[in-house]
Structure formats: C-alpha cells, structure tokens
C-alpha cells in the first residue's frame, strides 16, 4: 500500500472516512489544493467546500466540510472539520428545509442578528451549493 | 396485629422504592450507552487536534511568543475554575467528588495568594460549592436543555472564556471535571485550558527532516486553532461527564436495588417470625382455655 494515501477526515462528531486512497482534493482558505502520496508536510486552514477523493481515476466520494484544518504529514493527509457531511447521505430538500429555518430564525433576529446564526446560513448555503452542482 | 400491618406496609413501601430504583438504572443504563458512543466518537478529532497542536508549538519553541491563548498573559494572579458536574443527583458520589476535587484546588490556590474565580456548570456542583464560595462565582452554564447535544454548550462557553481572557478578567482557567475512565471509575482532574497546554502523550510527527509549509503562515494558524482546540477540550470534557453521570448513576441505582432487595429478605423474615408468633399465641392461648374446662 506504499503507492496510496492515507486519509482520514475527523469532525467532532465521529470520524467520517478513514483510508487508502490515491488522491484528495480540498478546499484550503488559499485555494483549493490536491494531495497525492508522499507529498511533503504540509499545514493549512480550509474554508466551507467539497473534498473530493479519488480512486482508481474516479472521484469516489464528496464530501462537504465547514472549514478546518488539513494536515498533511509522512503519515498521510488528516482533516479535522468543524462539521462534515457525506454529499450522497444528504438531500438537498433536507437541506432546503435546514437552510430555510436557519434563514428565518435569522430574520428574526433582526439586522445585528447573532453571527453563530449568519455562519449557519452561509454555510447551508455553501452546502445547498455543493448539492446542486 | 399493629406490628404486623406496620411490617406489611413497609415491605410494601421498600418494593415499590426498589421498583423505581430498578427503573432508573436501566434507563441510566441505556443512556450510558449513548453517551460512550458520543464520547468515544468524539475522541479521534479531540487526539488528532491534540496532536496538531502538539506539533505546532514544538515548532514554534519555548518564548516564541505567539497567540495570547498560548503565552498566557503573562501573568498568575488571577485563576478561574470552571467546574463541571451534573445536572442531577441520583448519581453517587459524581458530583461530591468533582465539587471536593475543586474545593481542594481552591484551597491550595488561595493558600498559594491567588484570586480565585468560579464558573460553574451543571448545577449540582454549583449547589455544592455555593455555601463557600458564592462571592467567587461569575458565571453559570445551564446545561439542562442541552440533552446530547453539547456542541452549542461547549462553543459558547469557549469563545465566554476567550473573551474574558482577552478582558483581562483572569490569567490561568482550569477545568474541573470528571475523567471517564471506565463504567466503575470516574476520576475528577483538573485541567489547564488557557494558557493552552499541549498534552505530554501527544505523539510527535516525525517528518523525516522535511520541514512544514504553512498555509496561511503559521500565526495565523495558530490563531485559528487554538480558539477551536479550547472549544475541543471542553466539548469532550462536557461529553466525558455525560458518560460518567450516567455511569455513575447506574452504579448506584444498581447499589440502591440490591440495597433494597436485602431490606425486603429482612423484613419478610421479621414479618414472617411475627405472624408466626402470634399464630402460636393464640393457639396457646386456645389450648389452655380448653384445659380449663
């Protein structure tokens, strides 16, 4: 297994994906970058975006992420979400609902609303985003 | 005959407490299960972030400054304890342990000529604490909506700290709180958040003489990071003390039914040898009256 990647993507809540994998492709904050095996140490934070693996030429599984950090080490690549979703486990009529009560919750709140709240909506947005493309 | 109905009604009373207790520990049971999962689930993120942390303030050296988070103010005068128990009794000693584990830092920190300041969450502990230390405390953290979901709880509580800290209302918090160890043990520890402390058991990174590239640059990193590592650490602090109310809740209700069994065996045999006594009274009774005759 020397040729591959180990990944493993972590959010608070469990551990999402742990495995071998050819190539990861993320969102970094400076842009979006790709990391093969053996790519040399390497720390960044990520911004709201899809991670997509890759396996074999094809793209295996997306994943979206609320920002983070990946770190890149001998080891193999590890990302630590804030909160992450399996692009296929979710529907974007979930979504649309989740997005539109967060939305509402934050017109209630009225124009200097609380920004836990703003963050939620932009980031079911960026996911509503992630959905459709 | 009063003897006799008193017995009755007290085995009476003894079964139902023990039906109760019974049911208590079988729903303390299920809901450990539930809170070990969410423990264990949330242990890969807190060791990976642990780690990272690690590996970037070895990188960083001693005195190289860096975030306030990290440094500290500079200072120790002022200490805050965020003492963290349950919501509710009914769990043995849980709470009294981790209230005695911070009243004894406290001690040693006013013995030492510290300030001390309190925050406390779950209210039982605060309960505990309130006698001696009321003037002490500054905050609260209710935790009795929270059900099993914490991560809002632990969030809030992690940027309150940061901003007190950025106040300049305290130099060094520390956390207490109850280390789940296992079902039967749950230790309290007390725990330095802030200036942020790289655990001693974090593995190191060996990179094979490569050098890490920073993404932004490493400050900005860190700045990003350690708000978060707070957040982590207190997040599977609050999710620790879950697992071990629950624990310790079953263990005791598991304690108070067997308790209860043993009552309920000593006084059917007091209740037995009594009727059994008045039986033979008044069979002598009886007799003799018939002898007389």
Known sequence: MADKLHFSLVSPARELFSGDVDHVIAPGSDGEFGVLVNHAPFMTTLKNGVVRVEDNGETTMRLFVRGGFADVTPAGLTILAEEAVNLDSVSVESVQKEYDEAHRALLAEGKDGNVALEEQVAYLEDLKAALVN | ?293
């Open chain 2, 1 to 293: 005959m009063s003897g006799l109905k008193e017995l009755k009604n007290r085995i009476g009373s003894v079964k139902s407490t023990q039906k109760i207790t019974k049911a208590k520990q079988m729903v303390a049971a299920a809901k450990l299960r539930r809170a070990q999962e969410a423990a264990e689930a949330s242990k890969p993120y807190a060791s990976r972030m642990a780690n990272v942390v690690a590996n970037l303030t070895a990188s960083m050296g001693e005195g190289a400054g860096g975030p306030k988070l990290l440094a500290g103010s500079g200072d120790d005068k002022v200490h805050l304890l965020v003492v963290m128990t349950a919501e509710r009794g009914l769990c043995g000693g849980f709470n009294a342990n981790t209230a005695k584990a911070a009243r004894l830092k406290i001690e040693e920190l006013k013995a030492a000529g510290k300030e001390v300041k309190i925050i406390t969450v779950g209210k039982k502990g605060r309960e505990v604490l309130k006698h001696a230390y009321s003037d002490m405390f500054i905050d609260h953290v209710d935790l009795s909506d929270a059900k099993d979901k914490f991560t809002p709880f632990a969030i809030g509580l992690g940027h309150d700290l940061t901003k007190r800290f950025e106040d300049g209302e305290f130099d060094v918090a520390t956390l207490v709180f109850s280390e789940f160890k296992n079902v039967l043990t749950q230790t309290p520890v007390a725990k330095q958040l802030i200036p942020a402390e790289a655990p001693d058991d974090a593995e190191t990174i060996d990179l094979g003489g490569a050098i890490y590239a920073y993404e932004p640059s490493e400050p900005e990193i860190l700045e990003a990071l350690l708000p978060r590592y707070l957040n982590t650490q207190i997040l599977s602090a609050m999710l620790e003390n879950a697992a071990g109310e629950q624990a310790a809740s079953m263990t005791a209700m598991d304690n108070a039914t067997r308790n209860a069994g043993e009552l309920i065996d000593s006084l059917t045999l007091q209740y037995n040898r009594a009727r059994q006594a008045q039986i033979t009274k008044e069979l002598i009774e009886i007799i003799s009256g018939a002898e007389a005759l």
